[in-house]
Protein backbone atom coordinates (compact mmCIF):
# COMPACT_ATOMS: atom_id res chain seq x y z
CA UNK A 1 0.00 0.00 0.00
CA UNK A 2 1.68 3.57 -1.32
CA UNK A 3 1.74 6.20 1.48
CA UNK A 4 -0.84 8.38 0.17
CA UNK A 5 -3.16 5.19 -0.04
CA UNK A 6 -2.19 4.40 3.38
CA UNK A 7 -2.94 8.10 4.41
CA UNK A 8 -6.52 7.91 3.05
CA UNK A 9 -7.46 4.87 5.20
CA UNK A 10 -6.06 5.92 8.80
CA UNK A 11 -7.90 9.33 8.31
CA UNK A 12 -11.12 6.91 7.59
CA UNK A 13 -9.84 4.97 10.95
CA UNK A 14 -9.53 8.10 12.97
CA UNK A 15 -12.70 9.64 11.77
CA UNK A 16 -14.70 5.93 12.85
CA UNK A 17 -13.08 6.45 16.24
CA UNK A 18 -14.08 9.60 16.58
CA UNK A 19 -17.76 9.00 15.57
CA UNK A 20 -17.57 5.53 18.28
CA UNK A 21 -16.38 7.92 20.91
CA UNK A 22 -19.22 10.29 20.69
CA UNK A 23 -22.19 7.53 20.52
CA UNK A 24 -20.78 5.75 23.23
CA UNK A 25 -20.05 9.28 25.24
CA UNK A 26 -24.13 9.83 24.73
CA UNK A 27 -24.40 6.61 27.28
CA UNK A 28 -21.27 5.28 28.78
CA UNK A 29 -19.77 7.96 31.35
CA UNK A 30 -15.67 7.65 31.71
CA UNK A 31 -13.74 4.90 30.74
CA UNK A 32 -12.24 6.70 27.80
CA UNK A 33 -9.06 4.79 28.33
CA UNK A 34 -10.47 1.07 28.27
CA UNK A 35 -12.55 2.41 25.39
CA UNK A 36 -9.22 3.00 23.35
CA UNK A 37 -7.62 -0.10 24.37
CA UNK A 38 -10.97 -2.03 23.16
CA UNK A 39 -10.94 -0.02 19.70
CA UNK A 40 -6.91 -0.52 19.24
CA UNK A 41 -7.43 -4.35 20.22
CA UNK A 42 -10.36 -4.42 17.83
CA UNK A 43 -7.70 -3.23 14.86
CA UNK A 44 -4.74 -5.35 16.45
CA UNK A 45 -6.60 -9.04 16.17
CA UNK A 46 -6.04 -8.67 20.13
CA UNK A 47 -8.11 -9.37 23.41
CA UNK A 48 -8.26 -7.82 26.91
CA UNK A 49 -8.87 -8.65 30.26
CA UNK A 50 -10.21 -6.39 32.78
CA UNK A 51 -10.07 -6.30 36.60
CA UNK A 52 -12.62 -4.55 38.78
CA UNK A 53 -14.81 -4.45 40.94
CA UNK A 54 -18.88 -5.36 39.56
CA UNK A 55 -21.05 -2.27 38.49
CA UNK A 56 -18.55 -0.62 36.44
CA UNK A 57 -20.40 -0.52 33.42
CA UNK A 58 -18.43 -3.46 31.62
CA UNK A 59 -21.24 -5.44 30.17
CA UNK A 60 -22.62 -2.36 28.85
CA UNK A 61 -19.58 -0.40 27.13
CA UNK A 62 -18.95 -4.11 25.08
CA UNK A 63 -22.87 -4.83 24.13
CA UNK A 64 -22.68 -0.73 23.14
CA UNK A 65 -19.46 -1.37 20.95
CA UNK A 66 -20.79 -4.76 19.52
CA UNK A 67 -23.81 -2.69 18.34
CA UNK A 68 -21.84 0.06 16.76
CA UNK A 69 -19.50 -2.65 15.34
CA UNK A 70 -22.27 -4.29 13.40
CA UNK A 71 -20.55 -7.94 14.42
CA UNK A 72 -22.40 -10.40 16.26
CA UNK A 73 -22.34 -10.79 20.78
CA UNK A 74 -22.23 -13.10 22.52
CA UNK A 75 -21.52 -13.24 26.96
CA UNK A 76 -20.78 -15.88 29.17
CA UNK A 77 -21.55 -15.87 33.07
CA UNK A 78 -18.92 -18.34 33.96
CA UNK A 79 -19.39 -19.92 37.06
CA UNK A 80 -17.28 -22.57 39.18
CA UNK A 81 -19.80 -25.38 37.59
CA UNK A 82 -18.82 -23.84 34.25
CA UNK A 83 -17.94 -27.07 31.65
CA UNK A 84 -15.58 -26.32 28.41
CA UNK A 85 -18.83 -27.85 26.88
CA UNK A 86 -21.27 -25.75 27.53
CA UNK A 87 -17.92 -22.42 26.05
CA UNK A 88 -16.99 -24.44 22.46
CA UNK A 89 -20.09 -26.56 22.69
CA UNK A 90 -20.58 -30.22 21.69
CA UNK A 91 -21.14 -32.58 19.11
CA UNK A 92 -24.76 -34.65 19.38
CA UNK A 93 -26.35 -37.41 17.83
CA UNK A 94 -29.28 -36.65 15.20
CA UNK A 95 -31.04 -39.68 14.79
CA UNK A 96 -33.15 -38.66 11.58
CA UNK A 97 -29.67 -38.14 9.72
CA UNK A 98 -27.70 -41.05 12.15
CA UNK A 99 -24.96 -38.57 12.24
CA UNK A 100 -23.15 -36.31 15.47
CA UNK A 101 -24.05 -32.95 14.39
CA UNK A 102 -22.20 -29.75 15.73
CA UNK A 103 -24.32 -27.59 18.34
CA UNK A 104 -22.05 -24.37 18.38
CA UNK A 105 -21.26 -22.84 22.08
CA UNK A 106 -20.98 -19.58 22.69
CA UNK A 107 -17.96 -18.96 21.78
CA UNK A 108 -18.99 -18.84 17.95
CA UNK A 109 -19.34 -15.21 17.77
CA UNK A 110 -17.69 -11.86 16.54
CA UNK A 111 -17.40 -10.36 19.90
CA UNK A 112 -17.64 -12.31 22.75
CA UNK A 113 -17.64 -11.20 26.70
CA UNK A 114 -16.43 -13.32 29.19
CA UNK A 115 -18.12 -12.63 32.38
CA UNK A 116 -15.84 -13.04 35.52
CA UNK A 117 -13.67 -15.58 33.51
CA UNK A 118 -11.34 -16.48 37.30
CA UNK A 119 -14.53 -17.99 38.45
CA UNK A 120 -14.40 -21.28 36.42
CA UNK A 121 -11.94 -23.75 36.87
CA UNK A 122 -8.14 -24.44 35.26
CA UNK A 123 -9.66 -27.00 33.23
CA UNK A 124 -12.48 -24.86 31.78
CA UNK A 125 -10.08 -21.71 31.49
CA UNK A 126 -8.00 -23.95 29.18
CA UNK A 127 -11.15 -23.77 26.74
CA UNK A 128 -10.63 -20.32 25.68
CA UNK A 129 -6.85 -20.76 24.97
CA UNK A 130 -6.92 -22.37 21.32
CA UNK A 131 -10.06 -20.21 20.25
CA UNK A 132 -8.01 -16.92 21.10
CA UNK A 133 -4.87 -17.80 19.30
CA UNK A 134 -5.28 -19.60 16.48
CA UNK A 135 -9.67 -18.42 16.12
CA UNK A 136 -10.34 -22.36 15.90
CA UNK A 137 -12.05 -24.79 17.92
CA UNK A 138 -11.39 -28.37 18.25
CA UNK A 139 -14.61 -30.78 19.51
CA UNK A 140 -13.94 -34.79 19.40
CA UNK A 141 -10.92 -34.08 17.17
CA UNK A 142 -12.58 -32.20 14.51
CA UNK A 143 -11.30 -28.60 13.63
CA UNK A 144 -13.72 -25.82 12.92
CA UNK A 145 -12.83 -21.82 12.43
CA UNK A 146 -14.10 -19.38 14.63
CA UNK A 147 -16.03 -16.02 12.52
CA UNK A 148 -13.96 -13.17 11.62
CA UNK A 149 -13.53 -10.81 13.61
CA UNK A 150 -13.20 -12.95 16.83
CA UNK A 151 -12.57 -10.39 19.55
CA UNK A 152 -12.41 -11.78 23.35
CA UNK A 153 -13.34 -9.09 26.36
CA UNK A 154 -12.71 -11.23 29.74
CA UNK A 155 -13.76 -9.56 33.12
CA UNK A 156 -12.24 -11.06 36.46
CA UNK A 157 -12.56 -9.95 39.74
CA UNK A 158 -9.87 -9.22 42.49
CA UNK A 159 -8.05 -12.37 43.11
CA UNK A 160 -9.46 -11.49 47.47
CA UNK A 161 -12.91 -12.08 46.15
CA UNK A 162 -14.57 -15.65 47.18
CA UNK A 163 -14.96 -18.52 45.07
CA UNK A 164 -12.03 -17.39 42.14
CA UNK A 165 -9.24 -19.08 40.46
CA UNK A 166 -6.07 -17.42 39.51
CA UNK A 167 -5.93 -17.57 36.04
CA UNK A 168 -3.20 -20.09 34.33
CA UNK A 169 -0.37 -18.38 32.88
CA UNK A 170 -0.93 -19.71 29.46
CA UNK A 171 -4.56 -18.45 29.85
CA UNK A 172 -3.25 -14.34 30.21
CA UNK A 173 -0.59 -14.41 27.97
CA UNK A 174 -3.48 -15.32 24.76
CA UNK A 175 -4.56 -11.19 25.98
CA UNK A 176 -3.36 -8.70 24.27
CA UNK A 177 -4.04 -6.51 26.90
CA UNK A 178 -5.10 -6.27 30.43
CA UNK A 179 -6.97 -2.88 31.91
CA UNK A 180 -7.66 -2.45 35.87
CA UNK A 181 -11.08 -0.69 36.06
CA UNK A 182 -11.74 1.53 39.39
CA UNK A 183 -15.03 3.22 40.49
CA UNK A 184 -15.74 6.38 38.78
CA UNK A 185 -13.95 10.15 40.21
CA UNK A 186 -16.48 12.60 41.57
CA UNK A 187 -17.35 14.06 38.29
CA UNK A 188 -18.69 11.48 36.48
CA UNK A 189 -20.08 9.65 39.82
CA UNK A 190 -22.15 12.92 39.63
CA UNK A 191 -22.81 12.63 35.86
CA UNK A 192 -24.64 9.26 36.60
CA UNK A 193 -26.70 10.31 39.00
CA UNK A 194 -27.41 13.45 36.73
CA UNK A 195 -28.51 11.04 33.76
CA UNK A 196 -30.46 8.58 36.03
CA UNK A 197 -32.79 11.17 37.24
CA UNK A 198 -33.36 12.46 33.70
CA UNK A 199 -33.94 9.52 32.37
CA UNK A 200 -31.03 9.33 30.07
CA UNK A 201 -29.88 5.57 31.18
CA UNK A 202 -32.74 3.73 29.26
CA UNK A 203 -30.60 1.19 27.60
CA UNK A 204 -33.78 0.55 25.26
CA UNK A 205 -34.33 3.81 24.13
CA UNK A 206 -30.51 4.37 23.74
CA UNK A 207 -29.62 0.89 21.40
CA UNK A 208 -33.43 2.04 19.73
CA UNK A 209 -31.70 4.02 16.92
CA UNK A 210 -27.85 2.91 17.19
CA UNK A 211 -26.61 2.52 14.28
CA UNK A 212 -23.10 0.71 12.80
CA UNK A 213 -20.64 2.87 12.29
CA UNK A 214 -18.28 -0.40 10.97
CA UNK A 215 -19.30 -4.46 9.71
CA UNK A 216 -17.12 -7.28 10.08
CA UNK A 217 -15.51 -6.44 6.63
CA UNK A 218 -14.39 -2.82 7.99
CA UNK A 219 -12.88 -4.40 10.84
CA UNK A 220 -10.71 -6.63 8.80
CA UNK A 221 -9.65 -4.08 6.03
CA UNK A 222 -9.10 -1.93 9.22
CA UNK A 223 -6.67 -4.45 10.80
CA UNK A 224 -4.95 -4.73 7.03
CA UNK A 225 -3.91 -1.27 6.96
CA UNK A 226 -2.75 -0.83 10.04
CA UNK A 227 -0.06 -3.53 9.58
CA UNK A 228 1.14 -1.25 6.63
CA UNK A 229 2.14 1.47 9.12
CA UNK A 230 6.09 1.67 8.82
CA UNK A 231 7.85 0.56 12.13
CA UNK A 232 11.53 1.47 11.67
CA UNK A 233 14.56 -0.59 13.34
CA UNK A 234 15.42 1.67 15.58
CA UNK A 235 12.09 1.39 17.09
CA UNK A 236 12.14 -2.43 16.75
CA UNK A 237 15.43 -2.64 18.90
CA UNK A 238 12.79 -0.46 21.22
CA UNK A 239 10.84 -3.21 21.67
CA UNK A 240 13.10 -5.88 22.13
CA UNK A 241 14.65 -4.18 25.12
CA UNK A 242 11.83 -3.43 27.05
CA UNK A 243 11.07 -7.10 26.64
CA UNK A 244 14.47 -8.09 27.45
CA UNK A 245 14.38 -5.48 30.34
CA UNK A 246 11.60 -7.25 32.04
CA UNK A 247 13.01 -10.62 32.04
CA UNK A 248 16.18 -9.57 34.11
CA UNK A 249 14.80 -7.14 36.46
CA UNK A 250 15.94 -8.06 39.82
CA UNK A 251 12.40 -7.72 41.17
CA UNK A 252 10.78 -10.59 38.44
CA UNK A 253 10.75 -14.02 38.29
CA UNK A 254 9.22 -14.61 35.37
CA UNK A 255 9.30 -12.08 32.52
CA UNK A 256 6.79 -11.57 29.13
CA UNK A 257 7.02 -13.90 26.27
CA UNK A 258 7.19 -13.54 22.85
CA UNK A 259 3.40 -12.74 22.49
CA UNK A 260 4.27 -9.30 24.42
CA UNK A 261 6.81 -8.23 21.39
CA UNK A 262 3.78 -8.80 19.03
CA UNK A 263 1.66 -7.38 20.87
CA UNK A 264 3.55 -4.25 21.43
CA UNK A 265 4.13 -4.02 17.55
CA UNK A 266 0.48 -4.87 16.52
CA UNK A 267 -0.75 -2.21 19.30
CA UNK A 268 1.72 0.70 18.84
CA UNK A 269 1.14 0.59 15.28
CA UNK A 270 -2.74 1.07 15.65
CA UNK A 271 -1.72 3.80 18.25
CA UNK A 272 -0.26 5.03 15.36
CA UNK A 273 -3.08 5.03 13.34
CA UNK A 274 -5.39 6.73 15.27
CA UNK A 275 -3.03 9.74 15.20
CA UNK A 276 -3.57 9.27 11.20
CA UNK A 277 0.54 8.49 11.14
CA UNK A 278 1.98 6.23 8.88
CA UNK A 279 5.34 5.30 10.98
CA UNK A 280 5.26 4.49 14.87
CA UNK A 281 7.15 6.75 17.34
CA UNK A 282 8.55 5.65 20.52
CA UNK A 283 5.83 7.38 22.27
CA UNK A 284 3.07 4.90 20.44
CA UNK A 285 4.96 2.05 21.79
CA UNK A 286 5.08 3.45 25.44
CA UNK A 287 1.36 3.99 25.66
CA UNK A 288 0.69 0.37 25.26
CA UNK A 289 3.76 -0.85 27.40
CA UNK A 290 1.54 -1.27 30.79
CA UNK A 291 -1.27 -2.97 29.16
CA UNK A 292 0.70 -5.54 27.36
CA UNK A 293 2.93 -6.11 30.30
CA UNK A 294 1.18 -6.13 33.58
CA UNK A 295 -0.54 -9.03 33.40
CA UNK A 296 2.78 -11.29 32.17
CA UNK A 297 4.89 -9.91 34.70
CA UNK A 298 5.40 -12.62 37.52
CA UNK A 299 6.94 -11.26 40.49
CA UNK A 300 9.32 -13.02 43.00
CA UNK A 301 7.57 -13.92 46.27
CA UNK A 302 9.78 -11.58 48.41
CA UNK A 303 8.67 -8.66 46.21
CA UNK A 304 5.20 -9.40 46.34
CA UNK A 305 5.40 -9.18 50.06
CA UNK A 306 7.34 -6.58 50.23
CA UNK A 307 4.54 -4.54 48.06
CA UNK A 308 5.90 -3.91 44.63
CA UNK A 309 3.08 -4.22 42.01
CA UNK A 310 4.24 -5.01 38.03
CA UNK A 311 3.18 -1.52 37.35
CA UNK A 312 6.05 -0.31 39.37
CA UNK A 313 8.61 -2.31 37.23
CA UNK A 314 7.32 -1.35 34.33
CA UNK A 315 7.40 2.19 34.53
CA UNK A 316 11.39 1.51 36.41
CA UNK A 317 11.92 -0.05 32.84
CA UNK A 318 10.40 2.47 31.11
CA UNK A 319 12.71 4.80 32.75
CA UNK A 320 15.99 2.86 32.50
CA UNK A 321 15.13 1.41 28.77
CA UNK A 322 17.20 4.19 26.00
CA UNK A 323 14.78 5.66 23.86
CA UNK A 324 15.52 5.63 19.96
Known amino acids: MD ?29 Q ?9 L ?19 VKAIAHLSGCQFTRIQCAVDTQPADII ?15 RGPIFSNILLIDEINRITPKSQGAFIEAMSERQVTIDGITTTLPE ?23 KDRFMFSHVLSHLDSEDELEIVRREHTGKLAWEEYTEH ?21 MEEPILRYIRDLVLASRTHGAVQLGVSARASIGLVRSSKAVAALQTRTFVIPDDVKKVVLPVFQHRIALTREEEIGGTTPQQVINDILHTVEVP
Open 43 to 61: MSKGHILVEGVPGTAKTTL
Open 210 to 230: LTPLMNRSTITRTAASISSIR
Open 149 to 171: PFFVLATQNPYEYEGTFPLIEAQ
Open 3 to 31: DATLQTELERISSIYQQVQAKLGEFVVGN
Open 89 to 103: GVRIYNPEKRDFELK
Open 33 to 41: SLIELIFIA
